[in-house]
């Protein structure tokens, strides 16, 4: 076929599932022989029943457009598991005009690429009874509105029935396509009946497969002997755990690859069949009976062919094992560092040289201001401008730790702009960066040679730590807000006249008002009472003027010696009284020490005839104890047993 230059998207659930990778290599591999460039978004799954925010995934669909790709390519089985076959026709619809193939479904008006699962699976189930003798065979089917699952279970008990066996409810156990959503069906259809009653088991799919194999091992259930065991999509690790599972190859890699032979006709313009079939094929192994333990087969195929495990394989296998835990080392590092404390201008500074340690030759962070609370969505309503907040493409030597002014750009034009992503045949990935309901934006990247699996942990924790540094920062302007409120209201408002400090009525307000603020952000604080010592023999002796003076002085050395953002406040007369967030008791000790030192120098360089002390008492506040009036009563409580041991040691 005539290389041609073509963007090809890939709408599917993840990158990094078996089913997906599998999907992917395929299509890869039709991308590189057609000259093509694959543009995966990870959109998850409609209606998920695991995740109730699995919807936030989707809102990279935006980019699907004639803006970024030419042909876009569905994997439809997955997305079609929880919705109908109209209501995915409407959703796909959304992306017209490009040209849409749909992968694992026939879908009514658009190309499809199906697999033909009825021969092989009807050879499965004439096997079972025609070579091993098996009467009673259970299905292990699922409980979902999926079209996939439903075919399957049809056929399998259409072959039941030509064999006259019992092919009704009573041998079905439902599960949701996983291993942990059937194994308590299996436990408790065990409980009920016995035990496992059947001769063998026909699962849906592998996953759930696996699930009966630990069952039967935990209950010295003997398979292949007392029960024979069948699967459905092959999925690299059945030819490999013990038994080895028997199961359905569905030929994914060949879909992909023949989906973007597809696709090349279609951007070329040429008529294509509506549905293209590629045919299952069944791999009998050690679950079934037909290969024995510790053979050298690996796999006996319909047509008999024996495939055994080449002696390389296991080496390869415990090489990739390692290679794989060194590489969720770097990973758990990297989680250890950054979401200890996160914050924009950390990630800012780090996430380009962070992503390279992971082998991606090309990363981009693209943040919406502000981030985006939204409810459950079908199509996102993506923002006229966002905000390139960090990013690299080693191809073309950009990197934003290069540039000073910031960049945003109109995401209605393409996900990136041209200049800052190159012009290369390898695989983009996009995916979108969300903590349960709020969006914050998405990444795009070229990935390099760490699995998958390692990526999608990146991927979520990029989404944790932009969610971190988003709570942090909001927690920061707090408090800068609550500084500029404080600093104003100590400015215009219920100020006393004379120290030009709150008076009593705005102290209360503004310091309960602080500590409400404080048990928001989970932060306690102490409440100090201060009585000056011998204001009344002040005004007595030399006059109110004086004592106005000494009252001047002791507000004065109160500001210097606490916080701007605490609060301070003169109650009437020579009382006063301060509101101090995040205060410790080793710290209001400093502070106490530091006030009878300025007391000292004032007296000392004041020249007045009278001396300036201060007697005070304090008490902490927290979610226990967050009345300010009750705070202020503990204060002087300990303020006036300060100045009765004052007293006490006073020279007579």
């Known amino acids: 076929m005539e290389r041609i230059h073509i963007k090809i998207g890939l709408l599917i659930h993840d990158a990094d599932s078996e089913y997906s990778m599998e999907l992917i290599k395929g299509i890869e591999q039709g991308c590189e022989k057609v000259g093509a460039q694959l543009f995966v978004f990870t959109v998850g799954e409609f209606n998920c029943t695991w995740s109730k925010n699995e919807y936030q995934r989707r809102s990279v669909d935006f980019f699907i457009t004639q803006n970024n790709i030419d042909?876009?390519?569905?994997?439809?089985?997955?997305?079609?598991?929880?919705?109908?076959?109209?209501?995915?026709?409407?959703?796909?619809?959304?992306?017209?005009?490009?040209?849409?193939?749909?992968?694992?479904?026939?879908?009514?008006?658009?190309?499809?690429?199906?697999?033909?699962?009825?021969?092989?699976?009807?050879?499965?189930?004439?096997?079972?009874?025609?070579?091993?003798?098996?009467?009673?065979?259970?299905?292990?089917?699922?409980?979902?509105?999926?079209?996939?699952?439903?075919?399957?279970?049809?056929?399998?008990?259409?072959?039941?029935?030509?064999?006259?066996?019992?092919?009704?409810?009573?041998?079905?156990?439902?599960?949701?396509?996983?291993?942990?959503?059937?194994?308590?069906?299996?436990?408790?259809?065990?409980?009920?009946?016995?035990?496992?009653?059947?001769?063998?088991?026909?699962?849906?799919?592998?996953?759930?497969?696996?699930?009966?194999?630990?069952?039967?091992?935990?209950?010295?259930?003997?398979?292949?002997?007392?029960?024979?065991?069948?699967?459905?999509?092959?999925?690299?690790?059945?030819?490999?755990?013990q038994p080895s599972l028997t199961s359905v190859n569905q030929q994914i890699e060949e879909q992909g690859f023949c989906a973007v032979g597809i696709a090349a006709k279609l951007y070329a313009g040429e008529a294509v069949q509506p549905v293209t079939y590629i045919d299952a094929q069944v791999k009998y192994r050690q679950s079934c009976g037909c290969v024995k333990h510790n053979s050298s087969i690996n796999t006996i195929t319909d047509s008999g062919e024996i495939i055994r495990f080449n002696t390389s394989q296991k080496l390869s296998a415990a090489l990739e094992w390692n290679r794989k835990k060194n590489q969720l080392a770097n990973i758990t590092e990297f989680q250890m560092h950054r979401l200890e404390y996160a914050s924009y201008q950390l990630l800012k500074d780090t996430l380009n040289d962070d992503c390279r340690m992971f082998n991606c030759s090309a990363m981009s962070v693209c943040l919406y201001e502000p981030p985006i609370e939204i409810d459950e969505f079908i199509h996102f309503a993506m923002p006229e401008r966002v905000k390139l907040f960090a990013g690299y493409d080693d191809k073309i030597g950009f990197d934003t730790k290069n540039i000073t002014?910031?960049?945003?750009?109109?995401?209605?034009?393409?996900?990136?702009?041209?200049?800052?992503?190159?012009?290369?045949?390898?695989?983009?990935?996009?995916?979108?960066?969300?903590?349960?309901?709020?969006?914050?934006?998405?990444?795009?990247?070229?990935?390099?040679?760490?699995?998958?699996?390692?990526?999608?942990?990146?991927?979520?924790?990029?989404?944790?730590?932009?969610?971190?540094?988003?709570?942090?920062?909001?927690?920061?302007?707090?408090?800068?807000?609550?500084?500029?409120?404080?600093?104003?209201?100590?400015?215009?408002?219920?100020?006393?006249?004379?120290?030009?400090?709150?008076?009593?009525?705005?102290?209360?307000?503004?310091?309960?008002?602080?500590?409400?603020?404080?048990?928001?952000?989970?932060?306690?604080?102490?409440?100090?009472?201060?009585?000056?010592?011998?204001?009344?023999?002040i005004n007595d002796t030399f006059g109110h003027e004086a004592g106005d003076r000494a009252i001047k002085a002791e507000a004065e050395i109160l500001t210097k010696a606490f916080r701007r953002t605490d609060i301070i406040g003169r109650l009437g007369g020579d009382e006063f009284a301060v509101v101090a967030l995040g205060l410790s008791?080793?710290?209001?000790?400093?502070?106490?020490?530091?006030?009878?030192?300025?007391?000292?120098?004032?007296?000392?360089?004041?020249?007045?005839?009278?001396?300036?002390?201060?007697?005070?008492?304090?008490?902490?506040?927290?979610?226990?104890?967050?009345?300010?009036?009750?705070?202020?009563k503990e204060a002087d409580a300990a303020q006036y047993l300060e100045k009765k041991r004052k007293k006490a040691h006073r020279p007579t």
């Open 71 to 241: 042909v876009l390519l569905c994997a439809s089985a997955i997305q079609m598991h929880n919705i109908s076959t109209d209501e995915f026709i409407s959703y796909l619809n959304y992306f017209k005009p490009l040209p849409v193939v749909s992968i694992g479904v026939e879908i009514p008006n658009f190309p499809s690429v199906v697999v033909d699962s009825t021969g092989a699976l009807k050879n499965l189930v004439n096997h079972l009874i025609d070579k091993h003798g098996c009467k009673k065979i259970g299905v292990l089917g699922v409980a979902l509105e999926s079209k996939d699952a439903e075919d399957r279970k049809r056929i399998v008990l259409e072959a039941l029935k030509e064999h006259g066996l019992k092919a009704d409810e009573s041998i079905i156990i439902y599960g949701q396509f996983t291993y942990f959503s059937i194994m308590p069906q299996i436990i408790a259809y065990a409980k009920e009946h016995n035990g496992l009653d059947f001769d063998a088991i026909v699962s849906l799919n592998d996953d759930m497969a696996y699930a009966v194999i630990d069952f039967c091992k935990d209950n010295n259930i003997s398979i292949p002997k007392k029960l024979r065991l069948c699967g459905f999509d092959d999925i690299p690790r059945s030819s490999l755990i």
């Open 585 to 632: 008791q080793n710290i209001y000790d400093k502070i106490r020490d530091h006030i009878d030192k300025l007391c000292e120098e004032w007296n000392k360089t004041a020249k007045e005839e009278f001396v300036l002390s201060i007697s005070l008492g304090a008490t902490f506040f927290d979610e226990n104890n967050v009345d300010l009036d009750a705070l202020l």
């Open 405 to 537: 002014e910031p960049i945003y750009f109109n995401p209605h034009e393409g996900f990136l702009p041209s200049k800052f992503i190159a012009d290369t045949l390898e695989t983009v990935t996009i995916f979108s960066l969300y903590q349960q309901n709020v969006q914050y934006g998405y990444v795009v990247w070229r990935t390099g040679d760490f699995d998958p699996c390692m990526y999608r942990i990146v991927a979520r924790t990029f989404s944790c730590l932009f969610g971190s540094a988003f709570i942090n920062q909001r927690e920061v302007n707090r408090r800068q807000q609550l500084e500029e409120s404080n600093m104003r209201l100590m400015k215009f408002s219920r100020t006393d006249e004379m120290t030009q400090l709150l008076n009593r009525r705005g102290f209360m307000s503004v310091g309960q008002q602080s500590i409400n603020i404080a048990m928001d952000i989970r932060q306690t604080g102490m409440v100090i009472y201060g009585d000056m010592d011998g204001l009344k023999k």
